[in-house]
Every structure is written in C-alpha cells, then in structure tokens.
C-alpha cells in the first residue's frame, strides 16, 4: 500500500487531508513540523512526501534541501504545497528539490492527480537492458539504476530532473517544444506554469555544465523550447 507523509502544521489543512487519502487507499502518517518531518523520514520508508512551504521550526524548503542531500532520500517524491502563491516561491521550492508544487486553496481532485501522476512515473516497470542505458557524448543516463554520469562523475538527481534529462537525451540535437517536454515529463494533464520547466532546466544547467551561465549541453532555442547538444 502506498505510503505518504503529510507535513503541514494546520489542523485544518492536515487532519481533512489525511482522512480524505486514507479514504483514497493510501497509507498516512502526519506531522505538524520540519523537525518531526526529519525524524519520520528517518525512521519509515514513505513513497511521496507532501511538504508545506510554510513551517515551524525547520521551514519546508531546508527539509526538501536536507532531503535531497541524503542518498537515502535523493530521489523520494517531493509535492510542496503552501499557502503562498509568488512565482518566487514556486521556483525556491522547486530549485531545493521539489518534483511539484501546489498553491493553496487547491482542490483535492486536482491533488490526487498530481500525486497518482508522480506515482506511476516513479513505479514504471525498468526499460529492457539494451534500451535502459543512453549515452550522448560524456553524459550517460541509466534509467533501471536512476544513475547519471558526465563525464566519469556521479551526478545525483530527484525524480523529475532524471526524467528531463532522460527525455532530452532520447532526442540529442532535436529542438523539444515546451508543450513537448511538459507533457512528456509532467504530464498531459499538467496545468501549472511552464516556469516550472525553466527551473529544472536551471537546476540540470547546476549540475553538468562546466559554465551554467553560457550552457554548451542543454541549449535554450529562444521562442521554441530546448535541445540538447549531440556533442
């Protein structure tokens, strides 16, 4: 049965939403804070982690950041949900490691499919041997391992960046639309903006380009989407 933590400090966002996914079939366990989010994590195995912005104590974004930076936790699924709506706080989530991000008030529904659609992504049956491993010049993705390489070194990715990655490097020299890669990675259901995908291109650009302010690999075609170099 499918695990989720809920750390939201409102009773009245918290309590309604655990009732609402355990009605769901879900598994739930709450906190009410960063502190007890840490410890939870620590001592259980959850598959998703709803993750309030706001907190007390230790905010969501250093838990989110405190997360990815564990091997044991890099690649948990991450939906930040928070009362605040700015676009620079969508982006400060998504940059410390989010995979999605919710703007309260949202409504249930909406939720639900974020996290079923995050689910499946997760859980989708390994690739047969010959087609699981791609390699375009120095970078090398191997997607039953969820392993990244450039350039002989370990790079670590959450979920959501591995599959961008992934996708870009299936289609090396090929310009990829923004609605392309939004519904291939995110979904055809996704309805959030597409600063989203600028983001994680950011983040990607942080992790495997020697100078990420004049990227070589992953390419902006301006008026289009992205590309990734061939070599």
């Not at 912005?53 to 890099?74: F, K, Q, Y």
């Not at 390489?149 to 990715?157: K, L």
């Amino acid at each position: 049965m499918t695990r989720v933590l809920i750390v939201e400090d409102e009773d009245a966002f918290r309590e309604p939403l655990a009732y609402s996914l355990t009605r769901d079939g879900f598994t739930v366990d709450s906190v009410a804070d960063g502190h007890a989010a840490l410890t939870a994590i620590d001592r259980s195995t959850y598959d998703l982690v709803l993750l309030d912005l706001m907190l007390p104590g230790i905010d969501g974004i250093e838990v989110a950041r405190r997360l990815r930076a564990n091997p044991a936790t890099a690649h948990l699924p991450i939906i930040m949900v928070t009362a605040k709506g700015e676009v620079v706080d969508r982006v400060v989530g998504l940059e410390m490691g989010a995979d999605d991000y919710l703007a309260k008030p949202y409504s249930y529904r909406e939720l639900l499919a974020r996290i079923r659609a995050l689910l499946r992504r997760t859980r989708q049956p390994a690739a047969a041997d010959d087609e699981s491993r791609i390699v375009v010049a120095d970078l090398v993705v191997d997607e039953d391992r969820h392993e990244v390489t450039c350039a002989g070194r370990r790079v670590d990715m959450p979920l959501r960046e591995f599959e961008l990655l992934a996708f870009l490097m299936r289609n090396p020299g090929i310009v990829l639309t923004r609605a392309q890669i939004l519904d291939r990675v995110w979904g055809p259901d996704y309805e959030g903006e597409t600063k989203t995908l600028d983001v994680h291109i950011t983040r990607l650009r942080a992790k495997l380009e020697a100078d990420p302010k004049n990227p070589r690999r992953i390419v902006t075609v301006r008026g289009l989407g992205y590309k990734l170099a061939e070599d």
